[in-house]
C-alpha cells in the first residue's frame, strides 16, 4: 500500500526535529526498521507485537513488519495561498499526501523567537492551527470558485445530472469555505463522498495534530494548557491528537531497543511517541494488517479497510489476484486461543473464504490461487 503522511507546521514548532526522529530511529536494525528513501521522504516500521507471538508459534526464521512512509513538507508562512515563501511548493506537495500530520508547538522556551499574538503571547497553538488551517481554506476556496462558475452553467439546465449533483456538493463547500472553516468539518453521503474526492481539496484530507511538548512534560500530557486547547479545537474537526517531546524522540532514536525502553518507563511512558503517531496515522488512513505465518517467513501486510480477499491476495503478488481461488484464514485471536494451527483446524475454526469475504485486522491468510 503506498499511502503517505505529510507532515506540516510553522517554523519553530519541533516539525524537522520529530522527522530527523523518524528518518533516524533504527538505523542500525537489519530489516529496514526506519530509512530514509528521497531527501524529504521517511519510511517507518510499524511494531506489531502479534509477529512476535506468530515467530514462536511457528519456529520462524524470518519476521518481516509493515511500513509507514512520511513526507517532510516545506515550510509554511502566511500568504502561502499566494505563493509566499515556498508556499506553492507546500500546497503542492500536501495535494501529494492522504493525509496531514500538523505538528504544533505546545511548550514554552524563551531561546526560540516568535512572532507576539495579538493578546502578547509568544506561545499560541490555536493560532498556529489557524494560521495553516486558512492558506489551506484560502487555496480550496480559490479552486472552488474556479469550478463552481463552470459547472454551474451546466448545471441551469438541470439536463446533466452528474453536474447538478456536482454543483449541489459545491455550494455546500463554498459556503463553508466561506466561513473559514475546513472541509473535513462537513458530513457527505456516499455519492458526495465520491464528488468531493475528485475535487483534490486540501482542507478535504484527514489530520492528526502532534502536540510537540516539553522533555519536562511529556509523561504528564493532562496537566499542559496547550495540549488542552489542541485537543478541544480537534474535537470539532473530529481529529485526533498525539502528544510527543519530539526532542526526546530525537535523543533516543539511535539507543538500543532495550535502553529506550527502559528511558521511556523512566518519564512514565510505555512507548515511544513515533510508534504511537505512527499507528495513529496508519489508522486515521484507514489502514489495516493482515498476516501470512510459517516456517520460513511471518509477515505484516497493509491493506485499505473493506478490502476483499483477492485485492488482498494481489498485495503480495499479481498472480494471486488474478488466479484467486480462496483465502484459507485463521483469526489471530482464535489462533493464540488454541495455541496452534492444527487446534484451530480440529475447532472448526480454520475458514476457507472466497472472492467476496471482506478482510479483518488480524486475519492470518493463506491464499490459493490458479494462473
Known sequence: MSLT?????????GKSTLFNAITRAGAEAANYPFATIDPNVGVVELPDSRLDILAKIYNTKKVVHTTFEFTDIAGIVKGASKGEGLGNK??????????????VRAFDDESVMREQNHEGAFVDPISDIETINFELILADLESVNKRYERVAKIAKTKTDKVAVAEFNVLQKIKSVLEEGKSVRTISFDEEEKKI??????????????????????????????????????????????????????????DLAEEDKKEFLESIGLEKSGIDELTHAAYHLLGLSTFLTAGEKECRAWTFKQGMKA??????????????????????????????????????????????????????????????
Open 310 to 371: 483477492p485485492q488482498m491476495a494481489g498485495i503480495i503478488h499479481t498472480d494471486f489476484e488474478r488466479g484467486f481461488i480462496r483465502a484459507v484464514t485463521i483469526s489471530f485471536d482464535d489462533l493464540i486461543k488454541y495455541g496452534s494451527e492444527k487446534a484451530v483446524r480440529e475447532a472448526g475454526r480454520l475458514r476457507e473464504e472466497g472472492k467476496d469475504y471482506v478482510g479483518q485486522d488480524g486475519d492470518i491468510m493463506e491464499f490459493r490461487f490458479n494462473v
Open 5 to 13: 503522511a505529510g507532515i506540516i507546521g510553522l517554523p519553530n514548532v
Open 90 to 103: 507546500f500546497l503542492a506537495n500536501i495535494r501529494e499526501v492522504d493525509a496531514i500530520i500538523h505538528v
Open 196 to 253: 468531493v474526492k475528485g475535487l483534490f481539496l486540501l482542507s478535504s484530507k484527514p489530520v492528526l495534530y502532534v502536540a510537540n511538548v516539553s522533555e519536562d512534560e511529556v509523561g504528564v500530557p493532562a496537566s499542559i494548557e496547550y495540549v488542552k486547547q489542541i485537543c478541544d479545537f480537534a474535537t470539532t474537526e473530529n481529529s485526533e491528537v498525539v502528544v510527543i517531546s519530539a526532542k526526546i524522540e530525537e535523543e533516543i532514536a
